[in-house]
C-alpha cells in the first residue's frame, strides 16, 4: 500500500499535518497567553485547563513533526542543491527545537494557574509574577522560532526556483512569503506594537506547497 509513496509525498502530508494540528490547537487553547493581562489569562488558563493541557500537547506533537520534516525534506531535495537543502534542514530543526521548548512551558503556566486560583495575597502576587516571566520567555522563544522558520522556508523557496523542483510559481510564493514573513517578525521584535500579519502569507503558500508535493510529488525522493 505504501510501497509507492515517495519521500516528497510523505513532506507534503507533514507540512498539511503541521498547519492542521496548529490551528487544532489554537481552537482548543481557548486563552491567548498575554503578558500584559498574566491574571485575565491564569483565569482563562484555569478555568480550561483539560482543555489547554490537550492543546499544548497537540502543538508538542506539531513541533515534533516540523523536526521530521526538516530531515525529510533534506533527504527529498539534498539532490537538486546540498548547500540550500541543509541550511533550510538546520534552521527548521532550531524552529521546531526552540518553539517546542517554548510550547513544554505551557505546562508551567497550567500548574501556576491552578494554584493562583485558590491563592490569596502574597502568595498569589508572586504566583503571577512568575505567570508574567514564562508567558514572556514564552513569546520570545515563539517569535525567534518564527525567524528560523521563514529563514528555513526561504532557503528552501531559492532551491525550488533554481533547482526547477517544483513549479517555478510555487517557489517565487515562497520566496515572497518568507521575505514578508520575515521582515514583519523583525519589525514586530523591534517593536512589538507592531504587527506580525506579514507573517499569515506563509499559511497559504505551505498549503499550496503541501498539496502539490503530497499530489505531484511521486517522482521526489522515491523511497
Given at each position: 500500500?505504501?510501497?509507492?509513496?515517495?519521500?516528497?509525498?510523505?513532506?507534503?502530508?507533514?507540512?498539511?499535518?503541521i498547519l492542521l494540528t496548529s490551528m487544532l490547537s489554537q481552537v482548543?487553547?481557548?486563552?491567548?497567553?498575554?503578558?500584559?493581562?498574566?491574571?485575565?489569562?491564569?483565569?482563562?488558563?484555569?478555568?480550561?485547563?483539560?482543555?489547554?493541557?490537550?492543546?499544548?500537547?497537540?502543538?508538542?506533537?506539531?513541533h515534533v513533526s516540523i523536526i521530521a520534516l526538516a530531515g525529510l525534506l533534506f533527504i527529498a531535495f539534498s539532490p537538486y542543491n546540498r548547500s540550500l537543502a541543509l541550511l533550510g534542514t538546520l534552521w527548521r530543526v532550531a524552529e521546531g527545537t526552540i518553539i517546542a521548548?517554548?510550547?513544554?512551558?505551557?505546562?508551567?503556566?497550567?500548574d501556576v494557574s491552578q494554584k493562583s486560583a485558590s491563592t490569596t495575597g502574597a502568595q498569589a502576587m508572586a504566583l503571577e509574577s512568575m505567570g508574567r516571566i514564562v508567558i514572556s520567555m514564552g513569546e520570545w522563544g515563539y517569535k525567534i522560532g518564527l525567524i528560523f522558520l521563514v529563514l528555513g522556508s526561504l532557503m528552501y523557496a531559492i532551491l525550488f526556483v533554481t533547482s526547477g523542483a517544483v513549479?517555478?510559481?510555487?517557489?517565487?510564493f515562497g520566496v515572497i512569503a518568507s521575505i514578508l514573513a520575515?521582515?514583519?517578525?523583525?519589525?514586530?521584535?523591534?517593536?512589538?506594537?507592531?504587527?506580525?500579519?506579514?507573517?499569515l502569507v506563509m499559511i497559504p503558500y505551505e498549503i499550496v506547497l503541501g498539496f502539490w508535493l503530497l499530489i505531484w510529488g511521486g517522482q521526489i525522493g522515491q523511497l
Open positions: 500500500m505504501f510501497a509507492n509513496i515517495s519521500i516528497g509525498q510523505v513532506c507534503g502530508f507533514l507540512f498539511l499535518f482548543l487553547a481557548g486563552a491567548v497567553l498575554d503578558p500584559q493581562d498574566v491574571l485575565g489569562t491564569m483565569n482563562k488558563v484555569a478555568a480550561n485547563s483539560k482543555k489547554f493541557r490537550i492543546s499544548v500537547v497537540i502543538d508538542l506533537i506539531s521548548l517554548s510550547e513544554a512551558s505551557n505546562f508551567v503556566i497550567i513549479p517555478l510559481a510555487i517557489g517565487w520575515v521582515g514583519g517578525i523583525l519589525l514586530n521584535l523591534i517593536n512589538p506594537n507592531l504587527s506580525m500579519v506579514s507573517f
